[in-house]
């Protein structure tokens, strides 16, 4: 399995990749965890799909974390479909 873990700060927090693909909708943006399961949100852009995929992502890692079990990562993560970027998202818990 990866360690999903960038690097521990000067204040030991934990740091996780929250890799998300994004694309175009007709509501606006559609924004999908790649390497956790069932995490989408659609809004209407990008930097609102992101500012809510977020606190989604970090909420259920940081569950698993604080409970010391394992986090079901995706590996390896979902890939991108053609209409899809991906954008890459260092997370802080």
């Known amino acids: 399995m ?3 873990n960038l690097q521990i700060t000067s204040q030991d ?3 996780f990749n929250c890799l998300v693909h994004v694309a175009k909708v007709p509501e606006g943006v ?3 965890v790649a390497n956790l399961e069932g995490i989408e949100i659609t809004a209407t ?3 609102t799909a992101l500012s809510k995929i977020v606190p989604a992502f970090k909420s259920f890692v940081k569950q698993h974390h604080e409970e ?3 986090i079901p ?6 890939e991108a479909k053609d209409d899809e970027q991906t ?7």
């Open 13 to 15: 927090v934990p740091t």
């Open 2 to 4: 990866a360690d999903h």
């Open 73 to 78: 990562w995706i590996e390896p993560p979902l």
């Open 68 to 70: 010391k079990t394992a």
């Open 45 to 47: 852009d990008e930097r």
């Open 30 to 32: 559609r924004a999908r």
């Open 87 to 93: 954008r890459f998202i260092p997370v802080h818990l």
